[in-house]
């Protein structure tokens, strides 16, 4: 069984600053690791994706995440927030084969302030 | 290339009755897969389908149930339904068993039950 826990469900910061949001997955085989957002009364946009390969991997919007295997992590990163990325973001981990749903985290609100 | 789309937007109904949602997926993608995010819930996997067979199925009860046609779209139907069925119902879908790992989002289908 798979598992991700999303360690922040509020993250406030100021406009230009940084951020990083928090994502860490329990699961007994190798997964895929996915960050979607969503912006309010919309479905999931995704933003960046880990199958394989290099372990930092960039996404649209400026956002980037690092997997680290040993520490079963899957941060997203930005250097610097805009008030347009207020919106909830949700960290997803999926399986092969027949386990190739998405079991997601609970989700972190960012939210920008001016 | 048009995305993944779903209808209706919003679905108001009454406990007892039956609700049934559709979706379309991006055009070349043979899997659809179906979640609920219910307020207090968070995201939870309902169904997945591929070539038109049911491939994993979500911890819901049997009165959720669905089909997928030959075109690759997907119809959702919700028997008997109760209070707490009151959701978003979001569709993604992805190019399939071979390699289709990334999952692409509709916007959604508002559900409330009455």
């Known amino acids: 069984a798979q598992s991700v826990t999303q360690l922040d469900s509020q993250v406030p910061v100021f406009e230009e600053a940084p951020v990083e949001l928090r994502c860490n997955y329990s699961?007994?085989?190798?997964?895929?690791l996915f960050w979607y957002v969503q912006y309010p009364n919309q479905g999931l946009q995704l933003l960046l994706k880990?199958?394989?390969?290099?372990?930092l991997v960039k996404g649209i919007n400026g956002f980037e995440a690092e997997f680290n295997k040993s520490q079963t992590s899957f941060h997203l990163r930005k250097p610097s927030v805009h008030i347009s990325d207020t919106a909830e973001y949700f960290c997803a981990v999926s399986g092969s084969g027949s386990a190739r749903q998405l079991t997601f985290g609970s989700g972190t609100q960012l939210t920008v302030l001016p | 290339e048009a995305g993944v789309t779903q209808s209706p937007t919003h679905l108001i109904k009454t406990r007892g009755q039956q609700a049934t949602l559709r979706c379309s997926p991006i055009?070349?993608?043979?899997?659809v897969y179906w979640y609920q995010q219910a307020l207090g819930l968070g995201l939870q996997f309902l169904l997945w389908?591929?070539?038109?067979?049911?491939?994993n199925r979500g911890n819901f009860p049997p009165r959720f149930s669905g089909r997928q046609f030959p075109n690759y779209s997907s119809e959702l139907n919700v028997n008997a339904l109760e209070l707490e069925d009151s959701a978003l119902y979001l569709c993604a879908s992805s190019g399939g068993l071979a390699g289709g790992e990334t999952q692409y989002f509709g916007p959604g289908t508002r559900l409330l039950v009455l």
């Open positions: 389908y591929d070539e038109g067979e049911e491939r």
């Open positions: 699961s007994s085989v190798s997964v895929y």
């Open positions: 055009s070349g993608h043979t899997s």
């Open positions: 880990y199958l394989s390969g290099s372990t």
